[in-house]
């Protein structure tokens, strides 16, 4: 079943409505060697620094030897690394999941060595920019020159910054004291409008759209505090908006900065903090702010730089991936990707902060808790890993070798027939969706193995969500090159995973004639009858949001409306409040 993958970054840029005379064609299938890299399952899907570039940087010196470059040169260069190279070798360029471009070694190896590099890619995953056409020559005589000379360096965010940054729009007193509107708050859906920079907040009970809320650049995910009232929604440009679902019209009633990259938001969920605080973790500087719950004044920084789990080696920038909240202790779970740590941070004492440090795997991204609550689970992606951390604990349980890539979201957790409760991820790498047992308790021989796997429709699968009142299963697969594939979900029947998925055409049923109508995130609503879907197309192109029945898996709704542009991750209020997936 599986199909061959092209890169995520190609992905990303068609569904960001970039030039396709730019891209390598859609669905191409690879033979050369040196294209590896974007035909290796899951190659390329490396962050972007999509906010770095605009900040300007001193150009370093001339050095003796070293290729000087105009500042119009070095402008260009620095963009194109900012947004193309630095994902996988660091803004510092010490090497991440791509190797250091450090001037001790790029010297050694030569202005021609570099701009044959860059043009041809290698096996070992670098992308051919030259040949694919990603790159023109010119460009990358450029970027050969820049690699030679030392890295500009991107501002520090400390607290005289954040606080700079920090607005509190309608202060805690002149809040409402009850709730003020009519909605169903519990199955409200934050919805990520990601090219706009804005959410979207649709009533889960009527699928009007109840208000559209501006926050961050390309904004990313939306978290909500534990008593459901306050949602938290992080920007790609590492701005959080509080926005207070009590008003009559919920609106931001706080902003902060807390850097100038940032992917992750939490709050304080343990029994006696709810709502009482926050957390943001930032790819730059490498870091995690605390904040106060209701008005996000920065409290805390932490910096994440350290060694690394394996090597232990110093790195300069490890990124602050995915960030839960333990419902056991007051502590979060903080995935730090370069380190390949876990860091459990008990926030109940800010000035002797307690943080246990659990030694997982390199490039730790994201992750989600098995049904108990108590085990999370985190895949280190480009290891194709999942640790599983015991937040009772605080220990390590075990590190699981799963297939290319996992990619789980928050994961997917159901009872099996045969090998009782398991927790599910797919992969970007391929068709495979890794089954988990996660009951040391009445299943202890299942526990922390791979019991099943069972293929999916192909490889470039982002999400995959049941529910506790549901036995269905539902797959994405919005990064597959075939567009087919990209536009539907595989559906499986948790009592019979023997047999294979049905596909439901989500992109078709959305109506929408235009565009590769990526579907991505399923999303159930409160009572687990519903599904939600996002069709994902450019910016210049119609998006829906596309509502499934669960028992029947017939089309329910569609939401269509111009306002919702390039929708991708949905947040039900109460699903998310409750870690229910
Ligand atoms: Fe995400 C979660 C990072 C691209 C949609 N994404 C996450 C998390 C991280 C992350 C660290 C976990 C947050 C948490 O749980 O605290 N995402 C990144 C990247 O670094 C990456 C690869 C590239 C980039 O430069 O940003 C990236 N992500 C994307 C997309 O292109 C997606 C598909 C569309 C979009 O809106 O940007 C996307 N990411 C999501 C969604 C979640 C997410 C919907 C939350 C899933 C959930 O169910 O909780």
Same mark, same amino acid.
């Given at each position: 079943?599986?199909?061959?993958?092209?890169?995520?970054?190609?992905?990303?840029?068609?569904?960001?409505?970039?030039?396709?005379?730019?891209?390598? #064609?859609?669905?191409?299938?690879?033979?050369?060697?040196?294209?590896?890299?974007?035909?290796?399952?899951?190659?390329?899907?490396?962050?972007?620094?999509?906010?770095?570039?605009?900040?300007?940087?001193?150009?370093?010196?001339?050095?003796?030897?070293?290729?000087?470059?105009?500042?119009?040169?070095?402008?260009?260069?620095?963009?194109?690394? +900012?947004? =193309?190279?630095?994902?996988?070798?660091?803004?510092?360029?010490?090497?991440?999941?791509?190797?250091?471009? $450090?001037?001790?070694?790029?010297?050694?190896?030569?202005?021609?060595?570099?701009?044959?590099?860059?043009?041809?890619? &290698?096996?070992?995953?670098?992308?051919?920019?030259?040949? %694919?056409?990603?790159?023109?020559?010119?460009?990358?005589?450029?970027?050969?020159?820049?690699?030679?000379?030392?890295?500009?360096?991107?501002?520090?965010?400390?607290?005289?910054?954040?606080?700079?940054?920090?607005?509190?729009?309608?202060?805690?007193?002149?809040?409402?004291?009850?709730?003020?509107?009519?909605?169903?708050?519990?199955?409200?859906?934050?919805?990520?409008?990601?090219? !706009?920079?804005?959410?979207?907040?649709?009533?889960?009970?009527?699928?009007?759209?109840?208000?559209?809320?501006?926050?961050?650049?390309?904004?990313?995910?939306? =978290?909500?505090?534990?008593?459901?009232?306050?949602?938290?929604?992080?920007?790609?440009?590492?701005?959080?908006?509080?926005?207070?679902?009590?008003?009559?019209?919920?609106? $931001?009633?706080?902003?902060?900065?807390?850097?100038?990259?940032?992917? !992750?938001?939490?709050? &304080?969920?343990?029994?006696?903090?709810?709502?009482?605080? #926050?957390?943001?973790? %930032?790819?730059?500087?490498?870091?995690?702010?605390?904040?106060?719950?209701?008005?996000?004044?920065?409290?805390?920084?932490?910096?994440?730089?350290?060694?690394?789990?394996?090597?232990?080696?110093?790195?300069?920038?490890?990124?602050?991936?995915?960030?839960?909240?333990?419902?056991?202790?007051?502590?979060?779970?903080?995935?730090?990707?370069?380190?390949?740590?876990?860091?459990?941070?008990?926030?109940?004492?800010?000035?002797?902060?307690?943080?246990?440090?659990?030694?997982?795997? =390199?490039?730790?991204?994201?992750?989600?808790?098995?049904?108990?609550?108590?085990? +999370?689970?985190?895949?280190?992606?480009? =290891?194709?890993?999942?640790?599983?951390?015991?937040?009772?604990?605080?220990?390590?349980?075990?590190?699981?070798?799963?297939?290319?890539?996992?990619?789980?979201?928050?994961?997917?957790?159901?009872?099996?027939?045969?090998?009782?409760?398991?927790?599910?991820?797919?992969?970007?790498?391929?068709?495979?969706? !890794?089954?988990?047992?996660?009951?040391?308790?009445?299943?202890?021989?299942? #526990?922390?193995?791979?019991?099943? $796997?069972?293929?999916?429709?192909?490889?470039?699968?982002?999400?995959?969500?049941?529910?506790?009142?549901?036995?269905?299963?539902?797959?994405?697969?919005?990064?597959?090159?075939?567009?087919?594939?990209?536009? !539907?979900?595989?559906?499986?029947?948790?009592?019979?995973?023997?047999?294979?998925?049905?596909?439901?055409?989500?992109?078709?049923? &959305?109506?929408?004639?235009?565009?590769?109508?990526?579907?991505?995130?399923?999303?159930?609503?409160?009572?687990?009858?519903?599904?939600?879907?996002?069709?994902?197309?450019?910016?210049?192109?119609?998006?829906?949001?596309?509502?499934?029945?669960?028992?029947?898996?017939?089309?329910?709704?569609?939401?269509?409306?111009?306002?919702?542009? $390039?929708?991708?991750?949905?947040?039900?209020?109460?699903?998310?409040?409750?870690?229910?997936?």
């Amino acid at each position: 079943m599986s199909r061959t993958l092209i890169s995520v970054s190609t992905v990303l840029a068609m569904a960001l409505g970039a030039s396709l005379a730019t891209s390598p #064609a859609l669905g191409q299938t690879r033979t050369d060697p040196k294209d590896a890299h974007k035909s290796s399952p899951g190659g390329r899907y490396e962050p972007r620094m999509d906010v770095l570039p605009g900040q300007g940087m001193k150009q370093p010196g001339a050095e003796p030897g070293v290729p000087t470059l105009t500042a119009a040169e070095f402008e260009d260069a620095r963009k194109v690394y +900012f947004e =193309r190279c630095a994902g996988c070798h660091g803004v510092l360029r010490k090497g991440a999941t791509g190797k250091a471009l $450090t001037t001790d070694l790029t010297r050694e190896k030569g202005f021609e060595y570099l701009r044959d590099f860059i043009t041809y890619g &290698s096996p070992g995953g670098m992308p051919n920019w030259g040949d %694919s056409g990603d790159m023109s020559p010119q460009q990358i005589e450029v970027m050969a020159k820049y690699l030679l000379n030392e890295p500009p360096t991107p501002p520090e965010f400390g607290l005289k910054e954040i606080k700079a940054t920090w607005k509190v729009i309608v202060p805690p007193e002149r809040r409402p004291r009850t709730k003020q509107n009519a909605i169903n708050i519990e199955n409200l859906f934050s919805v990520t409008l990601r090219d !706009s920079g804005e959410v979207a907040l649709i009533d889960g009970d009527t699928k009007q759209i109840f208000t559209i809320i501006k926050t961050g650049y390309a904004v990313h995910i939306s =978290r909500i505090s534990a008593s459901g009232r306050y949602l938290y929604v992080v920007g790609r440009d590492a701005k959080i908006n509080l926005i207070d679902l009590w008003m009559a019209k919920p609106d $931001t009633v706080a902003e902060v900065r807390v850097g100038l990259e940032a992917r !992750s938001v939490e709050t &304080s969920k343990a029994k006696g903090w709810e709502d009482k605080l #926050a957390v943001a973790g %930032s790819y730059w500087p490498p870091q995690y702010v605390i904040m106060k719950g209701d008005t996000l004044e920065p409290l805390k920084v932490e910096g994440t730089r350290g060694t690394t789990v394996d090597t232990q080696e110093y790195h300069p920038e490890p990124r602050v991936a995915s960030i839960v909240a333990s419902s056991h202790k007051p502590e979060w779970l903080v995935n730090v990707k370069e380190t390949g740590k876990v860091l459990m941070v008990d926030y109940s004492d800010l000035t002797n902060l307690k943080i246990t440090t659990i030694a997982a795997d =390199r490039f730790l991204h994201d992750g989600g808790f098995d049904r108990s609550g108590r085990y +999370f689970l985190v895949a280190a992606n480009a =290891r194709n890993k999942i640790a599983v951390v015991d937040t009772k604990e605080s220990k390590l349980v075990k590190i699981i070798e799963v297939g290319q890539t996992p990619h789980p979201g928050r994961g997917a957790n159901f009872t099996h027939p045969k090998f009782g409760p398991v927790w599910a991820t797919g992969h970007l790498g391929s068709e495979a969706i !890794s089954l988990i047992g996660t009951d040391p308790e009445k299943n202890k021989q299942y #526990a922390w193995t791979v019991v099943q $796997t069972i293929e999916g429709q192909g490889g470039g699968n982002l999400f995959i969500k049941t529910h506790p009142r549901s036995r269905n299963l539902y797959v994405d697969t919005p990064l597959n090159p075939d567009a087919d594939v990209a536009s !539907s979900i595989a559906v499986f029947n948790l009592d019979k995973l023997d047999q294979k998925p049905e596909i439901l055409p989500i992109g078709q049923w &959305s109506g929408i004639a235009e565009g590769t109508k990526r579907v991505v995130h399923p999303e159930y609503n409160k009572d687990g009858n519903e599904v939600w879907f996002s069709v994902w197309n450019a910016k210049n192109q119609q998006s829906a949001i596309v509502v499934v029945d669960d028992k029947t898996r017939k089309l329910k709704t569609v939401i269509k409306d111009p306002r919702l542009v $390039t929708p991708t991750g949905k947040f039900n209020v109460y699903n998310t409040q409750h870690d229910v997936y």
